[in-house]
């Protein structure tokens, strides 16, 4: 009795797992509707809006990326010249130093360009016009206090870092 029940059983198990089969395999077979709504046609006029839009939109990144590499390139300069005012500091850091240049690699812009190259200086470690970089950036600001008058002294640099940095 008990092998009866148990061939029973085993048919049972046997036949819904063929059945769980034969559903699956139609399931996962069975075509996908996907929604085909009839396409309107565009006119080259809105084309022409989407696209001055992008362009739009291209041009507010561009400002609020030039922005955000004046302001961190000023920053940094702090740490290499002596001005009436400072503001602000950014460690001048090969890390630092390629994020800005990132930056302004992606930002398609005069300025931006000048500034990359600035930046190609820095990571050399070529601080020899690092004035004149600074008063550029900030007048790039519309600065009009706080104009870099010399380079700081290896020692004052190390003084600004400590204060600063550390």
Do not use: C
């Amino acid at each position: 009795m008990k092998k009866v029940l148990l061939m029973i059983g085993g048919a049972a198990l046997a036949g819904l797992l063929l059945a769980g089969g034969i559903i699956g395999y139609e399931k996962i077979n069975e075509p996908i509707a996907f929604g085909l709504e009839e396409i309107e046609p565009v006119s080259a006029a809105e084309i022409k809006r989407d696209e001055h839009k992008q362009a739009n939109i291209r041009e507010v990144q561009n400002l609020e990326n030039m922005n955000e590499l004046l302001i961190s390139m000023h920053k940094m300069t702090h740490q290499k010249v002596a001005s009436s005012d400072k503001r602000s500091a950014l460690e001048m850091s090969e890390e630092n130093i390629n994020s800005a240049l990132e930056l302004a690699e992606s930002t398609s812009t005069f300025e931006a360009k000048e500034l990359s190259e600035m930046l190609k200086r820095w990571q050399e470690r070529d601080f020899s016009e690092i004035v004149e970089d600074h008063n550029r950036i900030w007048k790039l600001q519309d600065g009009t206090v706080g104009e870099a008058v010399r380079a700081l002294t290896p020692e004052e640099e190390q003084e600004f870092i400590e204060k600063h940095f550390k």
